[in-house]
């Protein structure tokens, strides 16, 4: 029988991304996370110059560049994440860039107040790191405009006997660095809130970009 994940607290899980913030970047490699899939799923957001745009779990920043080019110097980028340890790497990015329009919001996504609705919404690398995700995930489609575009970006096991090879190491892993939950059905969640999703599959299929578009009625 495998060894079911079982989830940390909201408050272990901010712990540990304080002790990770300083040196986050390392786990891109670990993980072998793909070249450009973050600008990659930005640009299916599908953002224009003006709009705004809201990630939920920003951690370092890693997506913000992308998020500021996409929207130009009039759009508004919020950044919200849980750890004040990865905001404050992320506000020295933006006082290193001088960027302006990048509003960091510190606190449990559930609680997230926008001053109005936004065009684009993004979950990367951080869903299946989230205790009420499916709760969050409705609060951020609520935050949406009509026709909004709300995109995850994320990792899954590979599919089959590769998979339940690799799993045992990936969970000691996880256990160890991220807590992303290795069972979660990301793309499962997104489709049962949206209905119809696009799907981007890279790197054999073990990352993705999943996308939901709001209805405009």
Request: proline content about 5%; charged content about 25%.
């Amino acid at each position: 029988m495998r060894k079911a994940w079982t989830d940390y607290d909201t408050q272990f899980v901010r712990r540990r991304y304080n002790k990770l913030a300083p040196f986050y970047t390392v786990f891109e490699f670990v993980f072998l996370l793909p070249p450009g899939i973050r600008a990659r799923a930005v640009r299916t957001m599908d953002l224009n110059s003006g709009d705004s745009v809201l990630e939920v779990g920003c951690g370092s920043g890693r997506n913000l560049k992308h998020l500021v080019n996409a929207v130009g110097p009039t759009g508004t980028v919020y950044g919200a994440d849980i750890s004040e340890g990865m905001l404050a790497q992320a506000k020295a990015l933006c006082e290193r860039n001088s960027w302006r329009n990048v509003n960091l919001l510190h606190g449990d996504a559930l609680a997230l107040t926008l001053p109005g609705k936004v065009d684009g919404a993004l979950f990367s690398l951080s869903y299946a790191t989230m205790i009420q995700r499916r709760a969050i995930l409705r609060h951020a489609w609520d935050q949406l405009k009509p026709g909004g575009r709300l995109v995850i970006m994320d990792a899954r096991l590979p599919k089959g006997a590769i998979g339940d090879l690799y799993r045992p190491l990936a969970m000691w892993t996880l256990d160890r660095t991220v807590l992303g939950n290795p069972d979660v059905d990301i793309l499962g969640d997104l489709r049962q809130l949206a209905g119809r999703i696009d799907v981007q599959e890279l790197f054999l299929g073990t990352y993705f970009i999943g996308l939901a578009t709001k209805p405009r009625r």
